[in-house]
Structures are given as C-alpha cells and as structure tokens.
C-alpha cells in the first residue's frame, strides 16, 4: 500500500490487518504519520518500508512478492500546485507510472486507485456519474489524477491488469491531517475570536465518512469482477462551508467568534483549482450493493467531534 500512513491508508491498514491480510506499507512521510500504524509494529503480517513513489529501485523491490496493490499515495493538498506546478506531475502522475510499471515487472496483477472527484471539473448543477464527459479539471491535482487513470486504462489493455478506481467525495474523520474541518479547527485554536474561512461559505461539496468509504472500497473490490471498475463513492447530499462552521463553532463552544468570509476567487471557489459545487452520483456502487450509513452533515458533525477529542 503506498501512502498506508496517511489519513485514508492508516485506516485501510487497519480493515485489511483485521481481516488477516499481510500488508505492507510503502509511504516517504512527506504527509502520512507513522504513529497512526504503531499499533501494527509488532505484528508479524506488517511491514513498513520508508520510500518515495519517485525511487523506481526501492519500490520495485518491496512490492515483490505481492498479490493487490492499494496505490495511495499523492499529493494530498490540491492548493499546493498552485505554488509548485511540477508537484501533482511527480507526486501523483510520475508516481503512478512507477507503480505501474512496478507492478508490470513484478508480475502483479490487481490494482485499487484512489482518484477524486476533482477530475470531472466545475459542473456544479449535475449529479456526475462515471459515463460523464468531457472531464476538463480545473487544477493540476484534478488534471494530474485524471492522467493516472489514463494510464491504468492503458496498463490494463497492455499488461493484464485489474483495477478498481474510486473518484471519492471530500472523505472525512479521524486521523485527517489536512482539509476544510481540520484547517477551519486548527485557526480557531490559534485565535478563537475571529475564524478566517475561505471563499464566501456557498462552497458545497459530499463528506464521506472513513468506514462508509473503506466499505465501499472493499465492497466493490469483491463484487465488481470488470477489467476496470470505476466508481464514484460518496452520499447524495451535500454539505456547505456555512455549515460547517456554524457546527464547529457550535460544537465547540465559541459561538461568540466572529467569521470572517475571505470571499473567495472567480467562480466561487475559496482558492484558484478549488470546486466551488460539487455533487456525486453514486447510484453504480450503491446498484452493487454498497449504501452510506452517513449523510454528509452527519459524517461532518461526526469528523468535527472525533477531531475534538
């Protein structure tokens, strides 16, 4: 699993450690955190090797002897490729070919990809499902995802393998290192009296609770048998960042802070390649079986009081 000590990685360790796989775990901590898989240390069917996705050598080497890739591991800040253009292009791009062309060599064949829903662009008024087109994103990390599907398509064809492609919604819950709930909750330890938010508060966008995305990950990864299988993962409602304020504030008892909208960029986002409206269809996955238990007020109140503690 690349990027196995991030946010989403460490949690997927944990399901797929439970259920008795032996896992390995190949992140450079350039955002991932190793204490979010100390638990696992001891065990004898974990391992973590230290590795950049741009060291060919190294990656090759430890995914040997494997049978399923979980390829995690990118840039996890969309705003960042805005300051380094070249970022999502090695993080995400370059790094998926090397895992492919990894896998090409070490004879395996089943892939699991985490793509995002940015790769579809600004459409803010229809339920995007996967027979969409034309996708044109809007930032570097969309467009950067968008060309490592392009690649598994053509790896696919060429080489025989399989694979799963998730474009998730905004996915949320404990252990987040970065994004709205997290950024929005670290201004306001450093001065809770005046709460600086992105944009004018109108952005909305699908949360997905971790266990609600995980179920979908492996629910999918037993029941859809296609040489790709893609699907979007998130619930049908939507959540603004007016209210998420209101129930972090709410929640956690600075109801007298002042806001303070910074009104945001041309065409509604809160920063240049961010999505102002963004809404899913998962009507695929949900036809195979896998349903959310979580709306995405509900997965926001729950992030905003698991960060808390």
């Known amino acids: 699993m690349t990027g196995g000590a991030g946010f989403i990685g460490s949690h997927l360790v944990d399901r797929l450690i439970a ?16 204490n979010f898989l100390e638990h696992h240390m001891e065990n004898p069917r974990f391992k973590f090797v230290k590795g950049d996705l ?38 995400n791009t370059i790094g998926t070919y090397n895992v492919l062309e990894s896998m090409r060599i070490n004879g395996v064949k089943k892939l699991i990809f985490t793509s995002s829903g940015t790769v579809y662009g600004d459409i803010p008024d229809i339920m995007l499902n996967e027979q969409f087109g034309p996708m044109l994103p809007i930032s570097l990390y969309g467009a950067s995802k968008l060309a490592c599907e392009g690649l598994i398509s053509g790896f696919v064809a060429l080489f025989g393998v399989q694979a799963w492609i998730f474009r998730f919604g905004n996915i949320v ?7 709205v709930i997290f950024d929005l909750l ?10 600086e938010v992105l944009g004018d508060g109108e952005q909305t966008k699908p949360y997905v609770w971790m266990d609600d995305c995980l ?5 999918c990864l037993k029941n859809a048998k296609d040489p790709i299988n893609l699907f979007n993962l998130a619930p049908s409602s939507v959540t603004s960042v007016k209210t998420i304020v209101k129930v972090l504030l709410e929640k956690t008892g600075h109801t007298e802070t002042k806001v303070h909208y910074t009104g945001g960029v041309k065409g509604g986002g809160g920063w240049p390649g961010d999505v102002p409206k963004v809404k899913l269809d998962a009507t695929k996955a949900i036809k195979l079986g896998w349903k959310p238990k979580y709306t995405s007020d509900e997965a926001v109140a729950k992030t905003i009081e698991a960060l808390i503690r």
């Open 186 to 195: 670290q201004k306001l330890s450093s001065d809770p009296k005046i709460l």
């Open 54 to 91: 741009l060291d060919p050598q190294l990656l090759r080497k430890s995914m040997a002897g494997h049978e399923l890739v979980c390829h995690l591991a990118a840039n996890p800040q969309a705003i960042e490729g805005t300051r380094n253009t070249r970022l999502d292009l090695e993080q």
């Open 215 to 219: 179920d979908g990950v492996l629910f």
């Open 173 to 179: 819950g404990d252990r987040a290192t970065h994004g």
């Open 19 to 34: 259920q008795g796989d032996v896992v390995t775990v190949y992140d450079n901590l350039s955002s991932g955190r190793k």
